[in-house]
């Protein structure tokens, strides 16, 4: 009963290293969505895919890449990490949107750290 | 663009309801009101949503105010497992505008 994975759970990087952070989710969901938790803070969306082979940008896109590989995969991408994108990641995924009333299910996390 | 005002923490005691008040007074026709819930170190967990009526589930019940400006959500016997940051969060498709939440504290 996976739901939501992520991969790494956590990661140190030095500032202009790359790194694509993986989220899986076996829930046959259409819907898959990337955000970012700065502390003391509630989450802010970077990225979504609203179904395979689409995405768009959320809030705060500006440093981040995704790539929907397939249904089940939706992949973020820092290609030169800076100090401001330390932070926690929650990758979530939901049933397709006929109008703003899906749950999202959420992953546990990649807490992310750049130095 | 709607934003949620929470207080920022709360306190309850064991076996008794809790009442999580939200003020949305910007909210539009189109938004709905959802509620997450994070546990430390955890991914944020949906409560309940609603948009215009009161709703209930096995977690918890939603009550929304007729001008749809406030909302309020109810544990009705809190437990130590209760004990979490509750977001209210207004969504209108995939935009989520997500404040900074009521930590809720649960004494035994």
């Known amino acids: 009963n996976a739901g939501v994975t992520q991969t790494p759970k956590f990661q140190v990087l030095k500032t202009g290293q790359s790194m694509t952070l993986q989220c899986a989710q076996d829930?046959?969901?259409?819907?898959m969505y990337w955000y970012r938790q700065d502390p003391g803070m509630g989450l802010r969306l970077i990225y979504y895919s609203a179904s395979e082979g689409t995405t768009d940008k959320g809030e705060v896109p500006n440093g981040y890449n995704v790539s929907r590989l397939n249904k089940r995969e939706f992949s973020l991408r820092l290609e030169s990490a800076a100090p401001s994108q330390t932070s926690v990641y929650f990758c979530?995924?939901?049933?397709?949107?006929?109008?703003?009333?899906?749950?999202?299910?959420f992953g546990d996390g990649t807490r992310l750290s750049i130095l | 663009d709607a934003k949620t005002t929470q207080p920022n923490s709360m306190e309850s005691n064991e076996e008794e309801p809790v009442h999580l008040p939200c003020n949305h007074s910007?909210?539009?026709?189109?938004?709905?009101i959802h509620w997450y819930r994070q546990l430390p170190s955890q991914g944020p967990e949906y409560v309940i949503h609603?948009?215009?009526s009161n709703v209930n589930n096995r977690m918890a019940s939603l009550a929304i105010a007729e001008d749809r400006k406030s909302s309020t959500l109810i544990l009705h016997r809190a437990t130590l497992r209760d004990a979490a940051v509750y977001y209210c969060?207004?969504?209108?498709?995939?935009?989520?505008?997500f404040g900074s939440g009521t930590k809720l504290n649960v004494k035994p």
């Open positions: 829930m046959n969901h259409n819907s």
């Open positions: 979530a995924s939901s049933l397709p949107e006929t109008g703003s009333n899906q749950p999202q299910h």
């Open positions: 910007t909210i539009s026709g189109t938004d709905y």
């Open positions: 969060i207004l969504r209108n498709f995939n935009k989520f505008y």
């Open positions: 609603g948009l215009t």
